[in-house]
């Protein structure tokens, strides 16, 4: 979970979100030597007081500066549309996860299981306990298993919303009247804190998501227990 003084990425909790964590380093490893590189240039012409009055045009270096950055964009063109892929795919889901976006509150539903529903709403801050995080958690945790392949399908109620987790590296929109879906794995256990990232009225900022990725056991007692 990202805190202050924190300007990096949240550490990746699926293997969509180190990929992208990927990209961004691979990106910026060539930034920097762009950035480096026409500094020097810069530099270098701004303290020659020297000048070749007689070069009106030397097509050699000017097919040069124009064939390296089209190369360099190959460099980032071709990742970025493999990820892209990436993203956009659905594996086998084992488990669906309905979502429903309201103002200004999260509905989920297993739609494996029988009866299996609720509101998410946030916790208020005279009712959180020591441990808690303002305006983060919430009454009742989306509890899904790790190492599992799962789709999640977003819409809403009223007006547009957006569920987002950043260490899932997962962002869907949740428009009224259309269905998203996307899907994630998790690779590990733990508490993954996101919220709406779509400004959708006066309480936007306080319909967190919280979910808990629990081993594949602690889930079906969870199911049995909530079923019951």
């Known amino acids: 979970m990202a805190t202050w003084t924190f300007l990096g990425l949240q550490d990746g909790a699926s293997p969509l979100m180190e990929q992208l964590i990927f ?11 762009i ?21 009106l045009e030397h097509q050699t270096i000017e097919l040069i500066w124009t064939a390296v950055p089209a190369i360099i964009l190959i460099f980032i063109a071709l990742p970025s549309l493999r990820l892209l892929y990436l993203l956009d795919e659905v594996n086998n889901p ?14 989920y539903e297993y739609s494996d299981f029988l009866n299996v529903e609720f509101d998410s709403y946030m916790t208020p801050t005279n009712e959180l306990d020591l441990s808690g995080f303002r305006l983060l958690d919430v009454d009742n945790r989306t509890v899904l298993p790790m190492n ?8 809403a109620a009223d007006v547009i919303h957006s569920w987002t987790v950043p260490a899932l ?36 900022s306080f319909m967190p998501i919280v979910i808990e990725s629990v081993n594949t056991n602690s889930f079906l007692n969870w199911i049995s227990s909530y079923s019951d």
């Open 23 to 33: 990209f961004h380093d691979h990106i910026m490893v060539v930034l920097i030597m």
């Open 35 to 55: 950035i480096t590189f026409v500094g020097y240039m810069l530099a270098s012409v701004l303290s020659n007081s020297l000048i070749n009055r007689f070069m």
């Open 94 to 107: 084992s488990i669906t996860l309905k979502t429903v976006g309201h103002q200004w509150y999260w509905s």
């Open 148 to 155: 599992t392949q799962i789709r999640i399908v977003i819409t």
């Open 169 to 204: 590296g997962v962002k869907a929109d949740a428009i009224p009247g259309r269905l998203n879906q996307t899907s994630f794995l998790m690779s590990r256990p733990g508490l993954f804190y996101g919220q709406c990232s779509e400004i959708c009225g006066a309480n936007h």
